[in-house]
Structures are given as structure tokens and as C-alpha cells.
């Protein structure tokens, strides 16, 4: 089966933390197909660029693509005019304007792929057509 991750999830799988027992299994399972947004890349690198972020090991920004598509064998998602299409009718959720999680769940509910995400905002979208699945 196909899934896609969000960025807190490429965070997690990068620092080998807080993935629960349940992803971990979906992570793990050879017959999954596990997608990354290439927004989620790009808000990683910004997040590393800008020191929001620190992880535990060295990584330099040439090496993030290897990381991501070798090490972890995600396969890139790229934003497409469709997937910017559903984000312009996606409707705000109360509390939560973050533009890339927007483009993030929007790729997820064209696609019909499950998203998984630690994200506690997430769940107000599923009324919107996104199945998601909580990294609790």
C-alpha cells in the first residue's frame, strides 16, 4: 500500500525517534510504498538551514536527498497543478494556516494516499477527504 509522510515523520525516521509501534510496522513492511512531498523536503531544509532544527548527527545539505530516497527509500511526491488545485479550494481548519501542511494534506487527498503525522492539527481535515494516520 501507498502512504505518504509529512515532515515531523521525516524528522522522526531521520533521528530514529517517537514513531510509534503502529508506524514503525507500516515503515518497516517491504510492501509498503512510502511517499515524501517534495515540500516536506523543502521545509526540512529550510527548518535545518535556519536551526529550527538540530539532529542528533551531522548532515550535510547535499547529502539530504541521499538520505531520503537511498537510506530511507522514500520516494519523492512533486507538487502538481492538481495537487495545487485541491489546496485552493481546501478550506481553512480553525487555528491551523500553515502553508505547507496545507500543500502537504492536499497532495494526500488528490492521491487518495493515506497521510501519516504526528501533527494534532491534522485530524480536522479528515472531514475534508483526508485519511490520516495518527502517529500517536
Same mark, same amino acid.
Given at each position: 500500500?501507498?502512504?505518504?509522510?509529512?515532515?515531523?515523520?521525516l524528522i522522526s525516521i531521520v533521528e530514529d525517534d517517537s514513531i510509534s509501534n503502529d508506524v514503525r510496522a507500516i515503515l518497516d513492511?517491504?510492501? $509498503?510504498?512510502?511517499?515524501?512531498?517534495?515540500?516536506?523536503?523543502?521545509?526540512?531544509?529550510?527548518? +535545518? #538551514?535556519?536551526?529550527?532544527?538540530? %539532529?542528533?548527527?551531522?548532515?550535510?545539505?547535499?547529502?539530504?536527498?541521499?538520505?531520503?530516497?537511498?537510506?530511507?527509500?522514500?520516494?519523492?511526491?512533486?507538487?502538481?497543478?492538481?495537487? %495545487? #488545485?485541491? +489546496?485552493?479550494?481546501?478550506?481553512?481548519?480553525?487555528?491551523?494556516?500553515?502553508? $505547507?501542511?496545507?500543500? /502537504?494534506?492536499? #497532495?494526500? /487527498?488528490?492521491?487518495?494516499?493515506? %497521510?501519516?503525522?504526528?501533527?494534532?492539527?491534522?485530524?480536522?481535515?479528515?472531514?475534508?477527504?483526508?485519511?490520516?494516520?495518527?502517529?500517536?
Open positions: 500500500m501507498r502512504y505518504l509522510i509529512d515532515t515531523n515523520i513492511d517491504y510492501e $509498503s510504498i512510502i511517499f515524501i512531498s517534495s515540500e516536506s523536503i523543502k521545509e526540512f531544509v529550510h527548518l +535545518l #538551514q535556519t536551526g529550527r532544527i538540530v %539532529l542528533k548527527k551531522s548532515l550535510r545539505m547535499l547529502d539530504v536527498f541521499d538520505l531520503i530516497e537511498n537510506e530511507f527509500a522514500l520516494h519523492v511526491k512533486y507538487v502538481t497543478k492538481e495537487h %495545487l #488545485q485541491t +489546496l485552493s479550494k481546501l478550506k481553512t481548519v480553525e487555528g491551523h494556516n500553515d502553508p $505547507s501542511d496545507r500543500l /502537504i494534506i492536499s #497532495q494526500a /487527498i488528490t492521491e487518495k494516499i493515506p %497521510l501519516i503525522s504526528s501533527d494534532k492539527k491534522f485530524p480536522k481535515y479528515t472531514k475534508f477527504g483526508l485519511d490520516l494516520i495518527p502517529n500517536r
